[in-house]
């Protein structure tokens, strides 16, 4: 979702008027305060084992193909684990290298680090607001292929590259369209947000 939108999991589910407004100060402050740009981007799942890795992998490959030099990727997991044979055997025959990624936790990160948070299995609805709260946030919920057949594995690897190759010419041209931007277009977006925010909470049930 774009800059004046809420998380669609967060939108969607029952808000606590608390969770709504700890949404509010955070992207007031990452709006308002101009910190943050578009150039950096975060991969969430589950265990950091399949899907967010292959989306670190497609996402550096495309950045590398476009020339993008101007675009910082991550992924990491809920949980601990490892990169999966799987992820790693169907990457490579693609040209991407899995075997010196690592699994990392979400918490080892900050999210004031990263302008664009990307929730790969449908679990943004148990990240933290300070993670929900990014100035770009997306829930695509792709199918897990652990356990599963190595035609699986491609299948979801061509749908999270062509969710992951729009994601990046939109960040790459909003980081060009940004980068002249004024203060008072940010100050206009944070005006945005905060009103929606405020819609929420007092849509929010008691």
């Not at 990624?101 to 004031?112: A, I, K, R, V």
């Not at 695509?140 to 992951?164: M, N, T």
């Not at 994601?167 to 980068?179: A, C, F, K, P, T």
């Amino acid at each position: 979702m774009l800059l004046s939108q809420l998380p669609r999991s967060v939108a969607r589910l029952p808000v606590g008027l608390a969770v709504a407004q700890q949404l509010q100060r955070q992207q007031w402050r990452n709006f308002a305060s101009g910190r943050n740009d578009a150039r950096s981007i975060m991969f969430v799942c589950r265990r950091n084992s399949c899907r967010s890795q292959m989306a670190e992998g497609w996402a550096k490959a495309i950045v590398r193909d476009k020339q993008f030099s101007d675009i910082i990727i991550k992924s990491s997991g809920l949980e601990g684990s490892h990169v999966h044979p799987k992820a790693i055997s169907t990457m490579a025959a693609h040209g991407i290298e899995l075997r010196t990624h690592t699994s990392d936790f979400l918490d080892s990160f900050e999210p004031d680090d990263f302008y664009a948070v990307v929730s790969m299995c449908g679990c943004g609805h148990i990240l933290s607001p300070q993670w929900a709260g990014r100035p770009v946030f997306m829930d695509w919920d792709v199918e897990d292929p652990d356990g599963k057949s190595d035609a699986v594995f491609e299948r979801v690897s061509l749908e999270i590259r062509d969710q992951v190759d729009k994601l990046i010419d939109r960040q790459h041209h909003q980081q060009r369209g940004s980068s002249g931007g004024s203060a008072l277009r940010r100050q206009l977006r944070a005006a945005a947000a905060i009103r929606l925010c405020a819609a929420a909470a007092r849509l929010a049930p008691p």
